[in-house]
T-cell receptor, first 114, second 114 residues
Framework: EAQVTQNPRYLITVTGKKLTVTCSQN?????MSWYRQDPGLGLRQIYY???????DKGDVPEGYKVSRKEKRNFPLILESPSPNQTSLYFC?????????????FGDGTRLSIL | QQQVKQSPQSLIVQKGGISIINCAYE??????FPWYQQFPGKGPALLIA?????SEKKEGRFTISFNKSAKQFSLHIMDSQPGDSATYFC?????????????FGKGTKLSVKP
């Protein structure tokens, strides 16, 4: 089954404790991205990757890191999480990064930073 | 600056009624206008999309109406069903832009009452 898989689905942690949210897709997609979703603010892009070893900042990159060493994986790293990073996070992928391509989203990771 | 304005924020419709969600944009360079549907606990999924060379696109009970001169596009859900209850996001993408430039509206929570 074609899918984008995020882990963990839920995480409660404390300020300053480094964490990684993994994202994997099995569709051989070139493009991958991370969004955060907050009430009243919709979906805001954090980072995106047009292909392996190519990453770029989205609208809200502060406090986050990403890497794209393999085509299928695009982990999101919070080196020193803070309470304002409490949010619902989505990973997405699409066949290519150009033009109007459907983005396939994972089911989300709900992070609570205390 | 908010590049796409979505309204209403929430919408309650009776079963069998028509649901209408609107989006307005400023940048005339946008040339791809998708709508995403998100059910609780799930990631968004592409519902329907339109390019500016047509004024309307219909897929089943879902129709996008596009008004290029007014810089507006809307989603119409005919014969709304309780199963349509979800959050809907419009989005815009500039011609030649990468998926990294996809901009989402803030979402509309639709509730269809039996």
């Amino acid at each position: 089954e074609a899918q984008v898989t995020q882990n963990p689905r839920y995480l409660i942690t404390v300020t300053g404790k480094k964490l990684t949210v993994t994202c994997s897709q099995n569709m051989n997609h070139e493009y991958m991205s991370w969004y955060r979703q907050d009430p009243g603010l919709g979906l805001r892009q954090i980072y995106y990757s047009m292909n392996v070893e190519v990453t770029d900042k989205g609208d809200v990159p502060e406090g986050y890191k990403v890497s794209r060493k393999e085509k299928r994986n695009f982990p999101l790293i919070l080196e020193s999480p803070s309470p304002n990073q409490t949010s619902l996070y989505f990973c997405a992928s699409s066949l290519t990064g150009w033009g109007g391509q459907p983005q396939h989203f994972g089911d989300g990771t709900r992070l609570s930073i205390l | 600056q908010q590049q796409v304005k979505q309204s209403p924020q929430s919408l309650i419709v009776q079963k069998g009624g028509i649901s209408i969600i609107n989006c307005a944009y400023e940048n005339t360079a946008f040339d791809y206008f998708p709508w995403y549907q998100q059910f609780p606990g799930k990631g968004p999924a592409l519902l329907i999309a339109i390019r500016p060379d047509v004024s309307e696109k219909k897929e089943g009970r879902f129709t996008i109406s596009f008004n290029k001169s007014a810089k507006q596009f809307s989603l119409h859900i005919m014969d709304s069903q309780p199963g349509d209850s979800a959050t809907y996001f419009c989005a815009v993408l500039e011609a030649g832009g990468s998926q990294g430039n996809l901009i989402f509206g803030k979402g509309t929570k639709l509730s269809v009452k039996p």
